[in-house]
DNA sequence: TTGAAAGCGATACCAG
DNA sequence: CTGGTATCGCTTTCAA
């Protein structure tokens, strides 16, 4: 009993190869009686076609972009280390990844490389960027040119894209808020760096730490949030000021990028053993935080999971193939000193 | 430019394609001025060998089997389920995964099972069992026949299996003990309940969960541990003395399975507010108790994850082929009420 | 509208 | 030892 091809197809409904490959990528010319023979057969086989020779015969090649913010920060450094690192990988599944970056912080760029890509050489995109209305447009014309798009790390609802890619950042911010409310010992001020005003994933995350934060530890007052733009020089620039506004400071928690230069900040003029530190991303620099105890909990989402989910979508969207949905949801990762994954196996 | 082929390296190497097939998959005949005309060629184009192509051609099946303890927990349960759902989408990639169950805490029957696998109907297998010298002996003896071998969720690293695929163990207690030091607020004791003395997964978390305890957090002792056999009835029974020995329990780490006795009893008997547990595995049991405040906090590995890394490894070895290392590392995750994966996630 | 036949990249059997 | 060739499951001309 083996698994039917389309052989088998061809003889049971009597009709030839050529037809039954009509059928099955539903291409123009075959009569209706034909199809519906041929359809009664694949259904009566229970017919699966075989992707790795489809691909094989046809000679496909997936051809996919991500679009990026061109900056030095290591959660976008890891994302692109890891697209080159699969894109080795996936070479030899024909497919192909490419990185470009734009200005961050900037629609415009985005808008740009997006309406530069050609459905002729690209199969689908991952937009990592905020959410305004040029960039809602910009994927949706590029969907409407019939290329794929997944948003990355930050959701894009308003343009139709094809999949989110990334985690429920409302939920991230309240799992912050969860583990704040849990280390912190005493009643004092929490402090809140976010990154940028467009940025859909920062929003959200403080949408989410607030609303638990007041609801459920009215001790912890959060004050009024810093925008550091994902800008370390900024961030320690600015701490001073609120270390000497608010002498009751129990907790910051960093929703964005930009971590070093809280890390520097918090290093040169502590220790503050009893200062709860609450970050995002497993990255080199936070992963020293963590061990040397600077920072006490990181909230992070697996870069290396990010692409390979991304390119999996990209691909089954394109083929209209079906996915596994359970491997393509990402977690919402929560390390302490003690389950940080090794050095190693990121690198 | 495109991807050099078998038939560039025959015309580069000027030999046949039955030779450069030689040569590729080691095959005897081949004079070995010949072998290395071939792979001079093979190295100046680049080549590598196109693993879709190669499986059709050779209509590889991988044959997998997966020897699980024959129990109702919950977390093995949901291995099976993962098994079966992965079963189903890799029949179509020339792969099939059957479940074997066994007498659970029986190294006898994991023995017999492992001795029955026919090296000419099976390729890899998947071991979740105690690390006994029978089960060592058993596992060397499939290895010899040449079967693949990966431990699954309890390492066996005595019996030189393939791989190990699970989490780093006496990190989850170092973990699990940290979280406790953090999310009790007063000093008093811990209770800690395993599994079996056999398990080592369960006496790993153990050791892990009473170093970091007891080198970190003096103030809070950690009483002689019960040990449940993972038996929610058994754990349910044993309770009762231990609250009635210990009136300043302020803490329990749930380390094995048997979550569910552990439940009813805290529930039928609580609220205990201030009561710190900690468990192992989301479920449909602990994720209610996390819900409903029961739990605190799961420590937890995604059996999903584990079904795919086992599979992806067991195939890899029996090809000799390489794998992504990060990828198949399996995280220790935490989860919190608010960072929970919704609930049809892994259905 | 339909079918015959030639690949895709690799393997394997049968000769020589 | 080495080469020719059919084949795997599917796609894609080219004719009919």
Redesign the interface.
């Known amino acids: 009993m083996q698994?039917p091809t389309v052989n088998d197809i061809a003889r049971v409904a009597g009709v030839s190869l050529a037809t039954v490959d009509r059928v099955l990528n539903a291409r123009p010319g075959v009569r209706s009686v034909t199809i519906e023979r041929v359809n009664r057969a694949i259904a009566e086989l229970g017919y699966?076609r075989?992707?790795?020779?489809a691909?094989?015969a046809r000679r496909r090649l997936y051809r996919l972009v991500f679009i990026l913010p061109e900056t030095a920060n290591e959660f976008v450094l890891a994302l692109e280390r890891d697209i080159a690192s699969q894109a080795e990988?996936l070479?030899?599944?024909r497919t192909t990844l490419e990185k470009r970056s734009v200005l961050p912080f900037d629609p415009q760029a985005i808008v740009a490389a997006l309406d530069a890509l050609d459905p002729e050489t690209i199969d689908g995109v991952a937009v990592f960027g905020p959410e305004t209305p040029s960039v809602r447009d910009g994927v949706k014309r590029a969907r409407a040119r019939g290329i794929a798009v997944v948003a990355l790390v930050s959701d894009l609802p308003s343009s139709d894209r094809d999949h989110f890619v990334g985690i429920d950042n409302m939920?991230?911010g309240?799992?912050a808020?969860?583990?704040m409310g849990?280390?912190v010992r005493r009643a004092g001020r929490i402090l809140v760096i976010t990154g940028s005003r467009l940025a859909r994933d920062h929003l959200e995350r403080r949408t989410g730490f607030d609303a638990?934060m007041s609801s459920e530890y009215p001790d912890l007052k959060v004050v009024a949030s810093i925008e550091g733009r994902d800008d370390p020089e900024l961030i320690r620039r600015m701490l001073p000021d609120v270390f000497a506004a608010y002498p009751d400071l129990v907790g910051i928690y960093s929703s964005a990028a930009g971590n070093p230069g809280l890390v520097q900040f918090l290093e040169e003029t502590g220790p503050y053993p009893d200062l709860v530190v609450i970050a995002h991303e497993l990255t080199p620099g936070s992963r020293a935080a963590l061990t040397s105890g600077t920072f006490d909990a990181i909230?992070s989402q697996?870069t290396?999971h990010l692409v390979?989910s991304a390119t999996r979508l990209l691909r089954a969207t394109a083929d209209r193939a079906p996915f596994?949905?359970?491997?393509e949801?990402i977690?919402?990762?929560?390390?302490?000193?003690?389950?940080m994954?090794q050095q190693g196996?990121?690198t």
Chains 1, 2 share one sequence.
Do not use: S
Not at 50 to 53: I, K, R, Y
């Open positions: 698994k699966v075989d992707t790795a020779a691909n094989l990988t070479l030899h599944q939920a991230a309240r799992t808020a969860r583990l849990r280390f638990l909230i697996d290396g390979r596994d949905v359970t491997q949801r977690r919402i990762d929560i390390y302490l000193k003690e389950n994954p196996e990121e």
